[in-house]
């Protein structure tokens, strides 16, 4: 069995989050552990000086996986694959999750919080939706109570998709909007998120919630929002979306990483980040804008880079 191990204080209950050193799981393990939390993950890329218990993602051994959940009270699942440049898609990704389900349940733990998606559905065109709901569907059979949380597009620390638009402004001052741009989102703050997702790992009512921010924007409204707080020369061009994923097939050459896929360009364009309702969560992507002018957009942050085992990490 392979298992990589580092063990941290051992404080109060025991919580698992899945790829802990990532971009939300990061979030999620900080805010446990300064609630006195003890914290393990299970992940593809263990950091060497790893400050918590390191299990791998090892989904082909059940019982790695069992060992990962021992003692542990809450579940929270981060999990999942955005594009598979290797292979391994969406329907993995829900058999991958399954496999993580189960060795949950069968280790006896309460509370699993899932991290979903806006608007999953079962009968979508695009197999990013239709996954989700999927796994949607495992964690509330799979005898777990649990807390499903919604998530529109996300932003703050180390996000992606406002930083780019920010380092594409600063970088070429013109930004190709696919379509007429009028398409809604609704911007999340990820501290906000982290917040939602941690109270709902101390309750045990079955929830399903939508984390959305107090604002909702225009496509084209945000890139002007973005372009304006720092301050930097731009200009929009409106392009088909074909054209538009042309362009940014050679970004992501230049950049070695994908940018944003068809699928994605064509998901935000039928507004499928985008959710009615009051605001479960309270930052203003504006007021993280003119906070943070100075830095967004410095320097682009990949998606696959961060997929790639850190110098150091375990074998």
Not at 204 to 226: K, N
Not at 304 to 311: C, D, F, V
Request: aromatic share 8%; with cysteine; hydrophobic share 40%.
């Amino acid at each position: 069995m392979r298992r990589w191990m580092r063990r941290g204080p051992v404080m109060g209950q025991k919580d698992l989050v899945t790829g802990a050193y990532g971009y939300s799981g990061t979030y999620l393990r900080l805010r446990l552990e300064a609630a006195g939390r003890t914290v393990r993950t299970l992940t593809d890329h263990p950091a060497a000086d790893a400050d918590i218990e390191v299990f791998p993602l090892a989904f082909n051994e059940p019982e790695t996986l069992a060992a990962a959940f021992e003692g542990v009270t809450t579940f929270y699942n981060t999990y999942w694959t955005r594009y598979a440049p290797s292979g391994t898609g969406h329907p993995q990704a829900v058999t991958h999750t399954a496999a993580l389900l189960d060795a949950a349940s069968r280790m006896g733990v309460e509370r699993v919080v899932h991290l979903s998606i806006a608007n999953p559905d079962p009968n979508s065109f695009y197999t990013y939706y239709r996954g989700k709901a999927a796994v949607e569907a495992l964690v509330i059979a799979s005898g777990m109570s649990y807390g499903i949380v919604r998530p529109s597009v996300i932003f703050g620390g180390d996000d992606i998709l406002v930083n780019n638009i920010a380092w594409l402004l600063r970088n070429f001052h013109l930004f190709a909007i696919p379509g007429n741009g009028r398409y809604r989102l609704r911007p999340v703050h990820v501290e906000d998120l982290t917040d939602l997702c941690v109270r709902l790992g101390g309750e045990r009512a079955d929830t399903v919630i939508d984390a959305i921010g107090p604002q909702s924007f225009t496509f084209e409204d945000m890139v002007v929002a973005i372009a304006e707080a720092i301050n930097t020369p731009y200009r929009l061009v409106h392009l088909p979306p074909a054209a538009v994923s042309v362009l940014l097939h050679g970004l992501s050459i230049l950049t070695h990483d994908v940018v944003l896929t068809r699928d994605e360009i064509d998901g935000l364009m039928a507004e499928l980040v985008m959710v009615e309702g009051e605001a479960t969560c309270p930052t203003l992507l504006t007021d993280y804008l003119r906070e943070n002018a100075d830095r967004i957009g410095r320097r682009y942050r990949s998606e696959l880079a961060r997929r790639r085992p850190r110098p150091g990490t375990a074998p």
